[in-house]
C-alpha cells in the first residue's frame, strides 16, 4: 500500500511443490484480472484425490466463468476427520485449500477492518510509522499485540467476497515428512532416500543419512536421520510435529538439538 494503492498481493507457500509452469503463471494471472475486477479475495483449489486430513476444502459453489475454472466459495472447512475427508471427495463439489490466495491490498485491508478489528489497528499503527525513525519500535510492539490467527480462520471463512479457482496443473504441498515422502524412492513398499535396508517392512518414510537404516517387521514409521537427532514417529501423526517441537522447546536440556 505504501508503494501503491492499487497493488495486488499473491501469496506463496514456499514448501509446495508445483509442476506445469505455464498453467501456474495463467492461472495466477486469472486471479489478478478476477481480483482487480470484482474486488475478491481469490484462493487457489486443488482437485483432491485422497481423503486427505491435513488439508483445508473448499466447497464450491456457483461458477463466475474464466479460462481456468472460477467459483463462488460456499464455505471453508478446515482440517476434517477422515469420514468428513471420505465425504467430501465422494461429493465432488470440494477442493482442497492450498494455501495459496490473490488479492488487492485494499480490499484485504478493509475485510481485515471488518472481521479483525485489533489486528487491522495494530497494522495501521505499523503503516503509519513504516519509513520513520520509530518504524522498528512501533512493530515490534504492536506485532506483539496480534494473535497468531490463520486467514483462514480469521477472514476467508467469513468474508463473502471469496472466489476459488480451480487449478490444472500438478501441485503437492510437501510441508511434512510424510507428503515429502511421496519425492522418495520406492522399495519394497515404503519410501527411502540415503543408505537403507528395509525387511518385511511396509509404508514406511524413511530418511538416511550418514549411518545405515534397518528396517524389520515395522509399518507406518517415518524414520529421519538429522545426525545428532534420529526421529521415530507414527506415519499417521506426522501434521502433530509442530506440538512436538514445541513440547522439546521447554525442556532445557534438549534445546540445543532443535
Known amino acids: 500500500m505504501k508503494k501503491d494503492k492499487d497493488a495486488t498481493m499473491i501469496v506463496l507457500p514456499s514448501d509446495h511443490y508445483i509442476e506445469g509452469e505455464k498453467l501456474f503463471i495463467d492461472t495466477l494471472t486469472q486471479a489478478v484480472e478476477i481480483a482487480e475486477r470484482r474486488r475478491g479475495l481469490l484462493t487457489i483449489g486443488v482437485d483432491p484425490t485422497r481423503p486427505e486430513t491435513g488439508y483445508g476444502y473448499i466447497q464450491m459453489g456457483e461458477r463466475i466463468g474464466g479460462d481456468i475454472a472460477t467459483y463462488r466459495v460456499e464455505r471453508f472447512t478446515e482440517k476434517p476427520n477422515i469420514e468428513v475427508a471420505k465425504d467430501f471427495l465422494l461429493k465432488g463439489t470440494y477442493l482442497w485449500n492450498s494455501g495459496m490466495f490473490v488479492w488487492r491490498a485494499d480490499v484485504f485491508l478493509r475485510e481485515m477492518e471488518k472481521y479483525l ?114 526421529l521415530i514417529m507414527d506415519k499417521n501423526r506426522d501434521q502433530e510435529i509442530k506440538h512436538l517441537v514445541t513440547e522439546i522447546k521447554q525442556q532445557e536440556d534438549l534445546r540445543e538439538y532443535l
Open 117 to 230: 478489528p485489533k489486528m487491522y489497528r495494530s497494522l495501521m499503527q505499523i503503516y503509519q510509522h513504516l519509513g520513520t525513525e520509530q518504524e522498528h519500535e512501533v512493530t515490534e510492539e504492536q506485532y506483539s499485540l496480534i494473535d497468531g490467527i490463520s486467514v483462514d480462520f480469521g477472514i476467508m471463512q467469513k468474508t463473502r467476497k471469496a472466489y476459488v479457482l480451480k487449478c490444472e496443473f500438478v501441485w503437492d504441498d510437501i510441508g511434512t515428512f510424510a507428503a515429502l515422502g511421496r519425492f522418495l524412492a520406492n522399495c519394497r513398499g515404503n519410501s527411502i532416500s540415503g543408505t537403507t535396508f528395509m525387511e518385511q517392512s511396509e509404508n514406511c518414510t524413511i530418511f538416511g543419512r550418514d549411518k545405515l537404516i534397518i528396517g524389520f517387521g515395522v509399518k507406518d514409521l517415518i524414520i529421519v536421520d538429522a545426525g545428532d537427532v534420529l
